[in-house]
């Protein structure tokens, strides 16, 4: 499968942002999907993931009650809605898919190494 994200930019702080990661090749509906980003100088770090049925959403601690992840099977696509944007929320953001079949916990899904695909960075700047 390719990832192409899309919706990154300038934003001042408080604002908003949503980014896309359209997928194409097998069975979008299939795969786990999940947010990372890196900002400069620091480790990749997980920001959020859904399921497969998109019934259950996980985020990090950082962004939660601000940033909402949500998937469009029909379009091959996952979202991440950025609101009450902070400084700190600077980085490249990346979309990955995981194509595990069958259950796995909530730990499962915050790990980078589990992912088998992942797209192209981007970049996110929020200006104070």
């Known amino acids: 499968v390719q990832l192409q994200a899309s919706g990154g930019g300038l934003a001042q702080a408080g604002g908003s942002l949503r980014l896309s990661c359209a997928a194409s090749?097998?069975?979008?509906?299939?795969?786990?999907m999940g947010w990372f980003r890196q900002a400069p100088g620091k480790e990749r770090e997980f920001v959020a993931a859904?399921?497969?049925?998109?019934?259950?959403?996980y985020y990090s601690d950082s962004v939660k009650g601000r940033f909402t992840i949500s998937r469009d099977d029909a379009k091959n696509t996952v979202y991440l809605q950025m609101n009450s944007l902070k400084s700190e929320d600077t980085a490249v953001y990346s979309c990955?898919?995981?194509?595990?079949?069958?259950?796995?916990?909530?730990?499962?899904?915050?790990?980078?190494?589990?992912?088998?695909?992942w797209g192209q960075g981007t970049l996110v700047t929020v200006s104070s």
């Open positions: 990955a898919a995981d194509a595990r079949v069958g259950t796995v916990n909530s730990a499962y899904y915050r790990r980078a190494r589990e992912y088998d695909y």
């Open positions: 859904i399921s497969r049925s998109g019934g259950d959403t």
């Open positions: 090749g097998r069975t979008f509906s299939s795969y786990i």
